[in-house]
């Protein structure tokens, strides 16, 4: 039995991406059962003045959201698996730190989160509004999702479908709030370790915390 939480801080691209959270949450559970957790997001825009680089936000992320570990999303924008490398060095360019830096864990999309998110339809529809919704909603093939080019149109796009709305009630859609829904909706995430950047995210995770956890915390 441990003696306390573990302490998880996600620094994302924006304020949207919280949504990633779910996505965590899922993994960390199902790679570490036994493990007593919290994770937050560090949201730094009602700050007097907020961060502007990487490491002055894991500067601020350190006094106002307190972490064992840091997760640092940055989107690939491309559909290059080779981005996910390019980026986690740029991290480690931009935090200046190595103590830190064994200390975080990357999470990397390819091309952008909205891609982890496409391949639920029923998650979809509940988070539209309209789960009985009986029209084609064309998900890409998993194997397919890291070449799409427009993953965040697309995936705003199902949602307006799917909510079957029209007119004035379509444009008061919020599209954004859907999205954070599919990410709660979504109950297993296990399709995803088909896709290689999930599959570099999660052994990451594994690797900078599993022996910790194992040794200290079980």
Do not use: C
């Amino acid at each position: 039995m441990m003696d306390r939480f573990l302490k998880f801080t996600l620094i994302a691209d924006g304020s949207s991406d919280k949504t990633l959270i779910s996505i965590i949450k899922w993994s960390m559970d199902d790679l570490f059962p036994r493990l007593h957790y919290e994770i937050q997001f560090a949201d730094f825009r009602n700050l007097p003045d907020p961060p502007k680089t990487l490491k002055e936000k894991a500067k601020e992320a350190g006094k106002y959201y307190p972490f064992d570990y840091l997760f640092i999303h940055r989107d690939a924008e491309k559909t290059d698996i080779k981005m996910v490398a390019k980026r986690t060095e740029e991290v480690r360019k931009e935090l200046n730190d190595d103590a830190l830096f064994e200390r975080t864990i990357l999470v990397v999309p390819v091309k952008m989160m909205e891609s982890w998110l496409l391949f639920d339809k029923d998650a979809i529809k509940k988070a539209a509004g309209n789960r009985n919704y009986k029209g084609n909603l064309d998900l890409p093939a998993i194997k397919n999702i890291e070449n799409e080019q427009q993953p965040k149109e697309l995936l705003h796009n199902m949602l307006k479908s799917a909510s079957g709305l029209k007119g004035r009630n379509l444009a008061n859609f919020n599209d954004q709030k859907a999205v954070h829904l599919v990410a709660e909706f979504i109950e297993d995430y296990s399709t995803l370790r088909k896709l290689q950047a999930f599959q570099l995210f999660e052994e990451e995770l594994q690797q900078k915390m599993g022996k910790r956890i194992a040794l200290n915390y079980l």
